[in-house]
């Protein structure tokens, strides 16, 4: 019996070179060759002289006025011009490297070109030579292909499959997901991704492909959450709410809206028996450290130990003396456990979370080592998660009895990032700044103003404040002509060094020669800190005010808004001075925007817009889903329609037992089998 699943090499004419070539483009089965979609169409439509811009690539249609003459230049170059009669007007039509082509006109005979319009020559330089049956059939498929395979070989291919399977193509979408947004079925949408006899049959397909790509991309995003709930039954903290809500109460700030939703939220799932997964994104500067108290504070109440994970060891110490502060009224114990420990000290520490002594436990990748037990781990915290990789989280959650976990990040994801990347997990977000927050004033100066910014900071250093300087680089590039980390230290230690300390900070430091810079910067032994961007992420400096970005056109808007970031964290006026020449416009948008917005969603948005999605949250998050036909991006209602309508399938039928989501279970088991990818 025929199936999708039959290997290509059944086709005819396909013997193991062909296959060793299909497989080299990603297509082994009978479903990967029909599923394989042209990248983009060309406009077969023939356009009067009149109708065609410029240097647009177009198709006329004419009469042969002369025997076309193949001449010859250099090493296996060649021209062929022919005349043809266009709408009364002689044309001149040359094809370059395609000597064959002089078979293809016979004076007389009327032919349609497919090639480049030169307007000033009134010219064409030709293509191919289309062989055009009827008025319809007008849209030709481009395959991204190699060397190895030609454009018309895929083709042919792709018909014999269609042609052959065309009683095994079944609809994957519901019937009334088709009916509800007009799409087209399963056997036309392959019809007219590949064989369009219009435009708009191909706009038809093309419309439900986008959807069909993303609605079962969010099935599988679905079905993992799921199979996530159902293997990994959590535990019930059951927090005692009275106490949590004193410690509340008690505070000396009132929490913000969002503050008390998101808190709300996080509690609900902590006393639910489901295992918690939830990722709360809050924009810098929000008040998520209070929030990541709360429920170290609940899991405590409920007879749990807590754990909090942080990159670095400066805000593992930041946390810890804030929390401890906090919690000791209330007789929790509260430690910390980093790498620069003495072994005594560890041993003692790693007992104590042994035994249960410790309620809550602060730290690095200390956390998760081989030798730390702990007696009954009930709630992991993973504080800046995109700096943690995905083994990291399940090796905290491991260290109890499937622990309930919550990420945090303070990297704002916009929503079409949030949808694709973390549909497994649940969603918080904070957007409100607390009452009384400064916004961060930004200012722009061009290369030939810093005469201006070296006062500016002078300014700032009489009135007692401390100097953020950042820069791309520490040493100098052949490639790149940047202003490097040392050059700017120099620079600094010579106008300010007199009166100021100046440090330098960078990447190449082991990791206690940066802690203890950090350290001096905290205690105000340091006026200004020049660094790249190992201080992009976590250290809170309240006394700092001033954020100084050279080359800032090198970073994208969500970097520069985390840098920002670091300043405005105390009750003083904060700026930061982005320095740069940009050459191109989208880099001089971003310094615009920049000046414009402390929205740190918004400018995630546009970086999405401007950068793509790949650039976006770095390598250690590149994890994203490669679509074919849609963009998360411009597509993003459909994006979003596609994720709820998956959530409604999966609240209804769980396990997609009905008969109308057959194909949809069929789709996920055949992904989860080839590496559980979902693309």
């Known amino acids: 019996m025929k199936s999708l699943n039959d290997n290509v090499k059944v086709l005819k004419g396909v013997g193991d070179r062909k296959i060793s070539i299909l497989q080299s483009l990603g297509i082994e089965t009978i479903y990967d060759l029909l599923y394989y979609f042209p990248f983009r169409y060309e406009d077969l439509m023939v356009k009067s002289l009149d109708e065609i811009i410029g240097q647009e690539k177009t198709v006329i249609s004419g009469v042969v006025a002369s025997e076309p003459v193949v001449s010859r230049f250099g090493y296996k170059k060649s021209r062929v011009n022919v005349r043809l009669l266009v709408d009364n007007e002689s044309i001149m039509v040359t094809f370059f490297n395609q000597p064959w082509m002089k078979e293809k006109f016979n004076t007389g005979e009327q032919v349609q070109v497919y090639g480049k319009w030169d307007q000033n020559r009134r010219s ?31 083709k042919t291919l792709i018909k014999q499959a269609y042609d052959e399977y065309i009683d095994v193509i079944y609809d994957y979408l519901p019937d009334n997901l088709i009916k509800k947004y007009k799409l087209v079925h399963e056997k036309q949408l392959i019809k007219g991704m590949h064989f369009p006899d219009s435009v708009e049959e191909t706009e038809n397909a093309r419309r439900t492909a986008k959807f069909r790509e993303f609605f079962l991309f969010e099935c599988g995003m679905q079905n993992i959450k799921n199979i996530n709930e159902i293997s990994k039954a959590g535990i019930s903290l059951n927090y005692d709410r009275e106490i949590i809500k004193e410690f509340i109460n008690s505070l000396p700030f009132e ?97 104590n979370l042994k035994n249960g002594k410790t309620n809550i436990i602060i730290g690095t990748h200390a956390l998760i080592q081989k030798d730390v037990k702990y007696k009954n781990l009930g709630l992991g915290i993973i504080d800046e998660q995109h700096r943690f990789g995905v083994q990291q989280r399940k090796e905290l ?60 900071v002078k300014r700032e250093l009489q009135n007692n404040s401390q100097i953020f300087v950042v820069t791309p680089l520490i040493s100098e590039s052949e490639k790149i002509d940047l202003i490097n980390a040392e050059e ?180 996920l088991e055949r992904k989860m089998k080839s590496a559980g990818n979902f693309d």
């Open 124 to 154: 064409l330089t030709g293509m191919k030579v289309l062989n055009l049956k009827d008025e319809d059939d007008t849209v030709d498929s481009i395959y991204s292909v190699n060397k190895n395979i030609r454009q018309s070989t895929l």
């Open 255 to 351: 929490l913000t809206n969002d503050q008390k939703k998101v808190t709300q939220e996080i509690l609900d799932n902590m006393n639910s028996s489901k295992h918690m997964n939830r990722l709360l994104q809050g924009d810098v500067g929000s008040g998520k450290t209070i929030i990541a108290t709360i429920a170290l504070f609940a899991a405590v109440t409920a007879g749990y130990q807590a754990a909090l994970m942080v990159p670095t060891e400066i805000l593992a110490e930041q946390h810890f003396n804030k929390i401890f502060k906090m919690l000791s009224p209330y007789n929790v114990t509260v430690d910390l456990l980093v790498g620069s420990l003495s072994i005594k000290k560890r041993t003692e520490k790693i007992e």
């Open 397 to 456: 959650r491991l260290k109890g009895e499937n622990s309930d976990i919550l990420a945090m990040t303070a990297t704002p994801i916009p929503r079409t990032l949030a949808i694709t990347t973390y549909g497994d997990m649940s969603l918080s977000i904070i957007k409100e700044l607390p009452k009384g927050r400064l916004p961060v004033e930004t200012y722009w100066l061009r290369t030939n103003k810093l005469e201006q910014l070296y006062r500016f």
């Open 488 to 667: 700017i230290y120099e620079k600094f230690q010579k106008i300010y060094g007199q009166d100021y300390k100046v440090s330098l900070l960078h990447g190449q430091m082991n990791s206690q020669e940066k802690d203890e810079i950090m350290s001096d910067f905290e205690k105000k032994n340091i006026d200004i800190l020049v660094s790249t961007t190992v201080i992009e992420v976590g250290v809170d400096i309240p006394n700092a005010s001033v954020m100084v970005i050279f080359d800032a056109n090198r970073f994208g808007l969500s970097q520069l808004h985390q840098l920002r970031g670091r300043v405005g964290r105390g009750d003083k006026q904060s700026y930061c001075i982005l320095i740069a020449d940009p050459k191109n416009e989208i880099a001089i948008e971003r310094m615009r925007i920049m000046t414009e917005s402390n929205d740190g969603f918004k400018l995630a948005q546009k970086d999405l817009e401007l950068r793509g999605q790949g650039d976006l949250l770095g390598s250690q998050q590149s994890g994203l889903p490669n679509f074919k036909v849609g963009n998360p991006v411009t597509d993003f209602n459909v994006l979003q329609i596609a994720q709820q309508e998956a959530q409604i399938i999966f609240e209804m039928d769980p396990y997609l037992d009905n008969d109308n989501h057959k194909m949809i279970k069929s789709y």
